[in-house]
């Protein structure tokens, strides 16, 4: 074999013979392929009146417990510390008090606290399995659900009713079948609710607040449900898997009418909360991730 003699045809080969080498050395596998093994499990917003916090729930040590946040994720301040689950908190249109789901000794019951964390005081008694709160408008009463998961997967019958903070006066609302989520309309008029219907099917349903006069508002073969209505009492924000990637956030009209996708988000984005002004749409939405699932909390800002 003649050597070279051009040290340009030479230097060529070298970089092509260097390239290949490159090449070849990173091509080999890897030694291991790593797992995530921390997963972050923030979910379930709640506004405060002036919009400039939120309540929500975060797990720690395998609890859920409850915290505050300034809107934009900063000043995390932990509320609860016992060694009790807390779901669902809803913030009291007042300011004074949250609502939540307080899960200890095998029961979900509806209580209250203020927003410090301190005074709770639970409202419904304990033969009576309940969940999702939701605030009237005057701070006086709350609307809430029987559990409707006794039995996973198997869905059980709810009700919906509601609670007087001063009395605990409770009152039957919509009776029959399978009804959660329930939200009051700001006049206080009407409520919204999920409404499960045979084995695949949910869908948003409005009522007069004495839960006469049902309608379907959303009608598909989806499942669509976690109503929660706007400030100002003309749009309706609800979670739905219509779209064939996971579940996301719409809004839509009060009669059911030009359903928009908010956000176009991966893995399942449920439970939507109004930001007191109606700009702002917060949502938890949880991905998984390897052996486990991370859920965080997104704010969507609508158009003006």
């Not at 340009?8 to 790593?34: D, M, Q, V």
């Not at 979670?239 to 839509?252: L, P």
């Not at 988000?265 to 917060?282: C, F, H, L, M, Q």
Request: with cysteine; charged share 20%.
């Amino acid at each position: 074999m003649r050597p070279i003699q051009n040290p340009l045809i030479f230097g060529l080969y070298l970089f092509i013979y260097a390239s290949f080498s490159f090449s070849a050395h990173s091509a080999e596998p890897p030694l291991a392929i790593p797992v995530q093994i921390t997963h972050a499990q923030n979910f379930d917003p709640s506004p405060s009146p002036d919009g400039k916090r939120l309540v929500y729930i975060s797990m720690v040590s395998g609890k859920e417990q409850l915290f505050t946040m300034n809107s934009d994720g900063s000043d995390s301040v932990q509320l609860t510390r016992d060694d009790a689950d807390h779901e669902d908190p809803a913030w009291s249109p007042d300011g004074t008090r949250i609502a939540f789901v307080l899960i200890a000794g095998g029961k979900n019951r509806i209580a209250v606290m203020r927003t410090d964390g301190s005074n709770v005081e639970v409202l419904t008694p304990p033969e009576q399995n309940t969940i999702h709160p939701n605030w009237s408008s005057d701070s006086k009463r709350i609307i809430y659900c029987t559990n409707d998961d006794l039995e996973p997967p198997k869905k059980n019958t709810a009700e919906i009713y509601s609670v007087e903070l001063a009395t605990k006066k409770m009152t039957p609302i919509i009776t029959g079948g399978i009804n959660t989520y329930g939200s009051w309309s700001p006049d206080m008029r009407q409520l919204v609710f999920r409404k499960i219907i045979g084995d695949e099917n949910s869908e948003v349903f409005l009522a007069n607040s004495d839960g006469s006069n049902l309608r379907n508002l959303t009608n598909n073969p989806f499942f669509d449900g976690w109503p929660a209505w706007s400030p100002d009492g003309k749009k309706i924000a609800f979670a739905s898997n219509r779209r064939g990637h996971g579940y996301q956030i719409f809004v839509m009209n009060v009669d059911g009418s030009n359903p928009r996708l908010v956000a176009n988000t991966e893995g399942r984005g449920t439970a939507p909360r109004w930001s007191p002004d109606g700009k702002v749409i917060y949502f938890p939405n949880c991905v998984e991730k390897d052996y486990g699932a991370d859920c965080e909390i997104l704010a969507a800002r609508l158009p003006p």
